[in-house]
Nanobody
Framework: QVQVVESGGGLVQAGASLRLSCAAS????????MGWFRQAPGKEREFVAT????????YYADSVKGRFTISRDNPKNTVYLQMNSLKPEDTAVYYC??????????????????WGQGTQVTVSS
């Protein structure tokens, strides 16, 4: 079983920055693709960003491209999401996912095998 723990959320004003962290257990972290998703009230979980095992390939949702950066530190079993120029529409619970089985596509929540409990990000206008 893989344990995933997100942290770093909070309440900020529009234009501010936050860095989310995701710590995942397991000896295979360095070979796992990782992803960040978010879910606003009344909406489905949506893709934010993903990073491959080496950190060399990253993909972003159009809504965050140029503002968010995903990175990872394999020795620390941690993946990060640096969020700059935050907007009120970024308000959501942010979830970190571990993709191990490689079913589906990287932007689909169903393609990820393990999830954390989420961390709340609230951006005020």
């Amino acid at each position: 079983q893989v344990q995933v723990v997100e942290s770093g959320g909070g309440l900020v004003q529009a234009g501010a920055s936050l860095r989310l962290s995701c710590a995942a257990s397991g000896r295979t972290f360095s070979t796992d693709t990782m992803g960040w998703f978010r879910q606003a009230p009344g909406k489905e979980r949506e893709f934010v960003a993903t990073i491959d095992w080496s950190g060399s390939s990253t993909y972003y949702a159009d809504s965050v491209k140029g503002r968010f950066t995903i990175s990872r530190d394999n020795p620390k079993n941690t993946v990060y999401l640096q969020m700059n120029s935050l907007k009120p529409e970024d308000t959501a619970v942010y979830y970190c996912g571990v993709r191990r089985s490689y079913r589906g596509s990287y932007h689909e929540a169903g393609a990820y095998d393990y999830w954390g409990q989420g961390t709340q990000v609230t951006v005020s206008s």
